[in-house]
């Protein structure tokens, strides 16, 4: 109970202190050992092999791995979202990773107080544990906000992955809890699929079609995110008109 208390009191004490409507979005970001294959300036090889999902990756020491550019991307949300000054206390970002176990990396917090985590690869993927624990995050966000009497727009769920959920991970339920929330309105899903990514698996998932990532530009994908959360944080709460700019060449539908 002090727990809750306390917890009750740091919300409060953070809510008084900036009041402004709320863009939550959480990110659910694949870490699972595939992450680590380097996709750029090369280094070599070590002999070592890794099996995962039944495919054998090489273990190479050096060079600029999807792990590495996806943390580079989480820079450049919070270098773009920090240096607007409306969506910086508006927008919220939190993090949850799946590589062997799913982890809350991020909990909620405001742009202007987000510090990009540096993310490691390892293990399996379970994406529908990360999806379902992600759905109870958005929940709790929204019954904080509301006891706070704090306005917020529809959250954002935006799931990055290089291939699919592990066997006999829930990930048909998590799309059943995915569609619901859907249709209730209550957030709106968003999968991009990495090279190597089931997009069909995706597909059941998401209401709306998977995006391919093109060429590993994590960057300009998160450069993206950040300008849409930027064009709803200035738009009226509940707004269902907000136009988002254009993907450009960074995904295909």
């Given at each position: ?23 939550p ?48 991307g989480?820079v ?108 209730a ?54 707004d ?14």
């Amino acid at each position: 109970m002090s727990d809750q208390i306390e917890y009750a009191g740091f919300a409060a004490s953070e809510f008084a202190e900036n009041p402004e409507p709320r863009v939550p979005c959480v990110l659910l970001l694949d870490t699972s050992g595939s992450m680590a294959e380097v996709v750029a300036n090369s280094g070599h090889e070590t002999g070592q092999t890794v099996q995962q999902d039944g495919q054998t990756y090489r273990v190479v020491s050096g060079g600029t791995s999807r792990i590495d550019l996806l943390n580079e991307g989480l820079v450049t949300l919070k270098d773009t979202l920090a240096a607007d000054t409306l969506a910086s206390k508006r927008a919220e970002i939190a993090i949850v990773t799946f590589g062997g176990m799913v982890t809350t990396i991020q909990d909620f917090v405001t742009a202007e107080h987000f510090q990009p985590p540096q993310l490691h690869a390892t293990g399996s993927t379970p994406m529908g544990q990360a999806i379902i624990q992600g759905l109870e995050m958005i929940a709790q966000r929204k019954a904080t906000y509301r006891t706070n009497g704090i306005s917020y727009y529809r959250p954002w769920v935006f799931l990055i992955t290089d291939g699919g959920p592990d066997p006999g991970d829930p990930w048909q339920a998590a799309a059943v809890q995915v569609k619901q929330g859907e249709a209730a309105k209550s957030f709106a899903f968003f999968t991009v699929g990495v090279e190597g990514a089931n997009l069909d698996i995706l597909a059941q998932i998401a209401t709306r079609a998977p995006v391919k990532l093109q060429g590993l530009n994590f960057r300009d994908m998160f450069l993206w995110l950040s300008q849409s959360m930027q064009a709803v944080s200035q738009s009226s709460t509940g707004d269902p008109t907000v136009t988002l700019p254009p993907m450009g060449g960074w995904g295909v539908i």
